[in-house]
Structures are given as structure tokens and as C-alpha cells.
């Protein structure tokens, strides 16, 4: 069965620290891979997918098919980073469903 | 920019009763999903809808749950019967189209409590 693991439930940086929020996943095929921020009392939203290869607010996620990964990544944190983070996954064919990691809260300290 | 809507923001219901959860997606979106977020745990699909028909749905959505789009703005979740279980977060999402590339946007959700 496909699914998607975030190991860190907590990840407490300074500001102006790197970040890496990890995500691993599991499936055979050729997933498309999504991160999905929540800030504080506000909606999820889609911050990247794999596709797309761009940078958002400074963050990137590289998809590694080895590894089976899909880090979130940013050099430099800011405090309005802090938000949870939530990787997911979606088959490529017959479904549209998303598949949800547990989610990392990110905190970034002044 | 258009979002989507959720209401009531927060539901307080007595095990047993009946609750209708409502979302009105963004208005040329044609796929509908439902999902849920139990306290600390991962966001879980529910089901899809499109065409006013299921089009996919998880083992969690039995027979006491069901969905409609009643007239051509509302996209609403029924819980039957609630069970203390049923408490979470339920999350609905729209998409204009499916497949690679296409984006789901989340609504702010809707906090169920079953009492």
C-alpha cells in the first residue's frame, strides 16, 4: 500500500537556520509528490509539488526516486515559516486521492 | 481569489444524531473530495465526486456517510447515525480537473464534535 512518512512530528530551528523537513514515501509506480502548508488557524495550501520544480518562499523539494524522497528544504528560515508541513503523494493513474504524511510543526525562533 | 467555503466552522453533535457538513467549492471546479483529520492523526481521504456521482471512496466511508451536490453551488457531507469516532476535522477540496498537475484547494474545515 502507498504511504508517506514524515519521521519528525517537531522540528525546532533559530531563524536564519537550514531547514529540512524529511519526507519518505512508499509506491511502486510513479508518484506525484505535494507539500502542503497549514499556518496557524488558516487552511491547507499547496506550497510545491515535484512537477514543477520551482522555489516558493525559499523553500524546494527535490523528488530522489532511489531514496523514495521528497525533503522540503529552505537555507535561510524565517519566522513566518512556522507552520506545520504535511508531504503527500498521488498516484498517477486511476485516482485522484491524496495520501497525507502525519505532518512536521515547524518552529522558528527569533 | 476565489476559496472555498466551509460551514459551520465548528459542529457539536450528540452520538447518534444526524449532521450535514457543508462546503461550497470554487465555482468552475468539477471534482469534489471529502477528507477528515482526526486529532494528531494524518489527514485520511474520504471520497471523490464528480459528475454527481461517487468516484472513489475509502474503506472509511461506509454507509452512514453520503454525499451530494444538491444544487449547483453546495457540495454536502452526511453523517447518519454519529459515532464518538466521527469526531475531527473534515476538510473539503476542489479541483478543476484531475490528473497530473492539477491542484486540490483545501477548504479551513470544519471541527465535528461528537458528544
Known amino acids: 500500500a502507498q504511504r508517506v512518512t514524515q519521521p519528525e512530528k517537531l522540528l525546532s530551528v533559530f531563524k536564519g537556520a537550514p531547514v529540512e523537513l524529511k519526507c519518505n514515501y512508499s509506491y511502486s509506480g510513479s508518484p506525484e509528490l505535494f507539500w502542503y502548508v497549514q499556518y496557524s488557524r488558516q487552511r491547507l495550501q499547496l506550497l510545491l509539488r515535484?512537477?514543477s520544480r520551482e522555489s516558493i518562499k525559499g523553500f524546494t523539494a527535490d523528488l530522489n526516486k532511489g531514496e523514495t524522497s521528497f525533503h522540503l528544504k529552505k537555507p535561510f528560515a524565517q519566522e513566518e515559516d512556522s507552520a506545520m508541513y504535511y508531504c503527500?503523494?498521488?498516484?498517477?493513474?486511476?485516482?485522484?486521492?491524496?495520501?497525507f504524511g502525519t505532518g512536521t510543526r515547524l518552529q522558528v525562533f527569533p | 481569489e476565489p476559496e472555498v467555503t466551509q460551514t459551520p466552522s465548528h459542529q457539536v453533535t450528540q452520538m447518534g444524531q444526524e449532521v450535514i457538513l457543508r462546503c461550497v467549492p470554487i465555482?468552475?471546479?468539477?471534482?469534489f473530495y471529502w477528507y477528515r483529520q482526526i486529532l494528531g492523526q494524518k489527514v485520511e481521504f474520504l471520497v471523490s465526486f464528480y459528475n454527481n456521482e461517487i468516484s472513489e471512496k475509502s474503506e472509511i466511508f461506509d454507509d452512514q456517510f453520503s454525499v451530494e451536490r444538491p444544487d449547483g453551488s453546495n457540495f454536502t457531507l452526511k453523517i447518519r447515525s454519529t459515532k464518538l469516532e466521527d469526531s475531527a476535522m473534515y476538510f473539503c477540496?476542489?479541483?478543476?480537473?484531475?490528473?497530473?498537475?492539477?491542484?486540490?484547494?483545501f477548504g479551513p474545515g470544519t471541527r465535528l464534535t461528537v458528544t
Open positions: 515535484h512537477i
Open positions: 503527500a503523494l498521488r498516484k498517477t493513474y486511476n485516482t485522484d486521492k491524496l495520501i
Open positions: 465555482s468552475n471546479h468539477l471534482y
Open positions: 477540496a476542489s479541483s478543476q480537473r484531475t490528473g497530473r498537475g492539477y491542484e486540490q484547494y
